[in-house]
């Protein structure tokens, strides 16, 4: 064999250069990157002839040089590039979207021609219902980065952003697909991402400021339903007097007594039952107090298909922080489900899950459920038990009082009255309620409230009393 046309290497590693050897990143890649030493494992031993071997010779030669260079590239990358990965279970990646999103209304607004800003044509449509309470619905659309790669520029800094989601698995109970973004950026800028971040949250944050939120059950977890509303002040839901104020009082204590809570051992929550006729504020009165509070609700349908006991008392123990659970009209809950079994549907809660879900495991979390009902006769005894249900009141139907009130609320600052006019008015609309009253009829606030939204004031009075119903006692 000649010398001069054959090499053989008897230790790879004595020869060429190891994957630490070739150290272009000057960090240790050796953990995850593809060694060199594999191309010549079990001491490969080549012997090049001239002609045919010279071939072989070139291509292997060219084979380490390929492998030489995807290493180094990689290696590069990975010194050069600083990457950021947020996975849709993160409360970020609703907040980096929404950003992403806001920055291209930023652009489109200020018709920025050589716009800095997302350099793509994918985009997702994310739609937002909003339910009202009437049955009716509204749906907002907001474009968002799309599955795929966009560009972006932040802080004079490029930024590839590539939005994944897994087509073949979802998140158990959700049934959403799993997602997640990629940042990547050059490493000098890695003080970027936490800028970022805390940009997208002030931003989430500042959507939600003096707004309050509601959720509902998605599976087995809380998401935000529609988009944050304004906060209705508390004084605008018109009770009996004290009333509002003993259920506020009741829960400012609660919530000032987490300690002696622990200190004895008690499960640290706290029920409500308001009860009471269709209209009369019960839930205006609890959206309000969140309100007036910084807490949210989470809105919780029972009767809702697909719940099972064991979500049922998921959901409830792990309901977002600082929010009360709201489930209305506590009796149809359980009433509706009868009769729905009969054409075929039944929904897996059980009235014994219920409870347990509401008793709940010891912990030292808090706990606010808020239920309401039209008919407390019809609530077994073991769910309004103390411990369930630990405070209780009747929000009824309009008193003299409170019609006087949220009469002068409608039409009080109205300019063509003067406010004697007002007040001789509302004392008409008192004594009609009290006549109606002792003669057993009723109206509710939410009758009274149409009524002043549709007429002015005289009308509003001359007609007030068709709205008075009989309540059977
Ligand atoms: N006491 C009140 N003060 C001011 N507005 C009220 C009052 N009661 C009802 N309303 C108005 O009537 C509408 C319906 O009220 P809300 O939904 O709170 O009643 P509810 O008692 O929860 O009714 P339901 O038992 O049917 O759920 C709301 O728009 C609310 O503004």
């Not at 004290?242 to 009741?250: F, P, S, Y």
């Not at 709201?326 to 009796?331: A, G, K, N, R, T």
């Amino acid at each position: 064999m000649d010398p001069s046309t054959s090499t053989s290497f008897s230790s790879p590693t004595e020869q060429l250069p190891t994957t630490s050897g070739i150290n272009v990143t000057g960090i240790d890649t050796s953990a995850r990157l593809p060694s060199l030493e594999g191309l010549f494992k079990n001491n490969i031993v080549l012997t090049l002839r001239p002609g045919l071997d010279l071939w072989k010779g070139l291509g292997v030669g060219l084979t380490v040089l390929r492998q030489g260079i995807v290493l180094g590239t990689t290696a590069l990358r990975r010194r050069m590039l600083v990457t950021l990965e947020i996975n849709n279970k993160d409360r970020s990646y609703e907040w980096f979207l929404a950003w992403m999103a806001h920055q291209t209304n930023i652009v489109a607004k200020q018709k920025l021609r050589s716009a800095p800003w997302i350099r793509s044509h994918q985009l997702s449509v994310e739609t937002i219902l909003e339910q009202r309470k009437n049955g009716s619905s509204s749906a907002l659309f907001k474009l968002v980065a799309g599955p795929g790669t966009h560009w972006f520029r932040y802080r004079g800094a490029w930024m590839q952003v590539k939005r994944e989601r897994e087509t073949r698995s979802m998140q158990l109970m959700s049934g959403v697909p799993w997602e997640t973004v990629t940042l990547t950026t050059l490493s000098r800028d890695r003080t970027l991402f936490p800028q970022l971040l805390s940009e997208a949250r002030d931003l989430a944050m500042r959507g939600q400021e003096g707004k309050l939120v509601i959720h509902t059950a998605w599976g087995i977890e809380w998401k935000p339903f529609g988009l944050p509303r304004r906060k209705r002040p508390l004084q605008s839901v018109v009770l009996k007097p004290g009333v509002g104020e003993r259920i506020e009082q009741d829960i400012t204590s609660f919530l000032n007594r987490r300690q002696w809570y622990a200190d004895r051992g008690i499960p640290y929550r706290r029920g409500y039952l308001l009860h009471g006729p269709p209209g009369s504020g019960k839930t205006s009165f609890i959206q309000a107090l969140a309100g007036s509070l910084n807490y949210d609700i989470c809105l919780l349908n029972l009767s809702e298909r697909g719940l099972a006991d064991d979500k049922l008392n998921h959901l409830l123990s792990n309901a977002p922080e600082r929010s009360f659970v709201l489930i209305e009209d506590i009796d149809a809950a359980f009433n509706k489900r009868v009769q729905t079994s009969e054409d075929g549907y039944q929904s897996s809660v059980t009235f014994s899950g219920f409870l347990n879900a509401l008793d709940g495991v010891a912990s030292g979390e808090e706990r606010i459920v808020f239920m309401t009902t039209n008919h407390i006769e019809k609530l077994d005894p073991a769910l309004i038990r103390p411990g369930r249900v630990d405070m209780s009141e009747l929000i009824d139907d309009s008193s003299a009082n409170q019609a006087r009130v949220l009469f002068t609320r409608f039409y009080g600052d109205s300019e063509d009255m003067e406010e004697p006019e007002v007040e001789e008015l509302a004392n008409i609309l008192e004594t009609i309620v009290i006549e109606e009253t002792e003669s057993g009829r009723k109206v509710s606030m939410a009758a009274l409230q149409g009524l002043f939204i549709r007429s002015k004031a005289k009308d509003a009075i001359a007609r007030c009393r068709e709205l008075f119903v009989s309540r059977q006692p």
